[in-house]
């Protein structure tokens, strides 16, 4: 009698983590049809904890990233959302973790990480994804040493391969999908150093004729489309923002906000845009960049990251100009033209000053005055 309680007992407490958990908002969207739910497998929590070891990958805003190996021998990453307090919270944490089954489910692309399944019948719900090896881009981008340097090279295709993903999720058949928080730690690396787009707690699928989203302003400092930070309309180009300190982020090898404790808080963004308005951009990139990169291409690419920073998003090209554009520079070596956005004069203009200047690129610190976000 007091085993079947027990068994009982356990079932019933099961069953409430699944509805506490959304299971009953993802049988929801299973029965609309949205995305692609069946692919996703409901592991139970006994799978779980053979699988979960107490090896931490990470941790983020929304809980804690474990290693893990599933019954048939393959490695996973096993996200487990954070306990929080209030009703409220904990519906929304919830929501955010439903939300991401669901945009995931839609997508299968080389770029973007793979949602293997979840579990809803743990006390906090657990989203199970292929293990990706090697780190996130912001630490690459970091921790470079000689045995693995960042070359050149290997920056452009991860640029490039971060625009197929967001081109690939902007132009989604049957909803566009905004990722909303584009950083280069929400980049993680495989075994060959190709990038898969992660972490889609707070994306968002909006309908075709739909142009914008008004939502509570998300994202992260530094990397968030000031237009939206103003008018909390978030559009696709503000993901083209996001790209666009990426892509500084990726040749300057900078933060994207320094606050070092003598100096006042520095945007990468104004200082990169100062830079190119100075034709000093040479000054602020990574030695490894000056030493590996073509000119003709690193000024190419500085451009196209300048128009997807133009504080007005109805001026920066889309993701699909991105990355034709970017792959364009890849096999032309650089000689892109008006057709594309960059007029030859602005190319010459900035290896003038480069060639009447060059002591400067070596240069590792560089002082500037304080520089504030832009917000106009
Ligand atoms: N699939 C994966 N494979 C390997 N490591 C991963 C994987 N997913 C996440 N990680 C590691 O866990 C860390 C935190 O993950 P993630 O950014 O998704 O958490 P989060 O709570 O959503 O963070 P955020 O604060 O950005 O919302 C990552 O920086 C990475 O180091």
């Not at 950083?183 to 707070?202: H, P, Q």
């Not at 103003?230 to 993901?239: I, P, Y």
């Not at 650089?334 to 004069?345: I, K, T």
């Amino acid at each position: 009698m007091y085993k079947v309680l027990k068994r009982k007992q356990k079932i019933m407490l099961k069953q409430k983590y699944f509805k506490r958990n959304g299971g009953l908002l993802l049988q929801q969207h299973l029965f609309s049809n949205e995305g692609n739910v069946e692919k996703i497998k409901l592991f139970t929590s006994k799978e779980m904890e053979k699988a979960t070891n107490n090896r931490i990958l990470g941790q983020g805003g929304q809980g804690t990233v474990y290693k893990g190996m599933l019954i048939d021998g393959s490695i996973v990453a096993i996200k487990k959302s954070k306990m929080v307090e209030g009703k409220k919270c904990a519906e929304k944490k919830v929501e955010q973790f439903i939300n991401e089954v669901i945009i995931l489910s839609q997508i299968n692309h080389r770029n973007v990480v793979k949602l293997l399944g979840c579990c809803l019948e743990a006390e906090v719900p657990l989203l199970v994804y292929e293990f990706i090896p090697n780190g996130t881009l912001y630490d690459l981008i970091r921790n470079q040493n000689e045995e693995l340097p960042l070359t050149w090279e290997m920056r452009l295709r991860i640029a490039i391969e971060i625009a197929n993903a967001l081109f690939y999720l902007h132009s989604a058949a049957s909803a566009p999908i905004y990722h909303r928080d584009i950083k280069s730690s929400n980049i993680l690396l495989d075994d060959k150093y190709r990038a898969k787009v992660s972490d889609f707690g707070t994306s968002r699928s909006v309908a075709l004729e739909q142009t914008h989203l008004t939502t509570r302003v998300q994202g992260t400092f530094g990397y968030m489309d000031p237009e939206y930070f103003r008018s909390s309309q978030f559009t696709e180009k503000s993901d083209v923002y996001s790209f666009g300190v990426v892509l500084i982020e990726l040749f300057t090898g900078q933060k994207p906000i320094s606050a070092e404790q003598s100096e006042p808080v520095r945007s990468l963004v104004s200082y990169f845009l100062d830079s190119m308005q100075e034709n000093s951009l040479f000054n602020i990139l990574d030695p490894m960049v000056v030493k590996d990169g073509p000119e003709q291409e690193i000024i190419v690419v500085a451009l196209l990251a300048k128009r997807c920073l133009n504080l007005n998003g109805k001026k920066r090209p889309t993701m699909k100009q991105v990355a034709m554009e970017l792959e364009l520079i890849k096999a032309s070596g650089g000689n892109v033209m008006e057709d594309h956005g960059v007029e030859e004069s602005e190319i010459d203009d900035i290896i003038h000053s480069w060639e009447n200047n060059p002591s400067c690129s070596m240069s590792t610190t560089v002082t500037t005055n304080s520089v504030t976000f832009p917000l106009n």
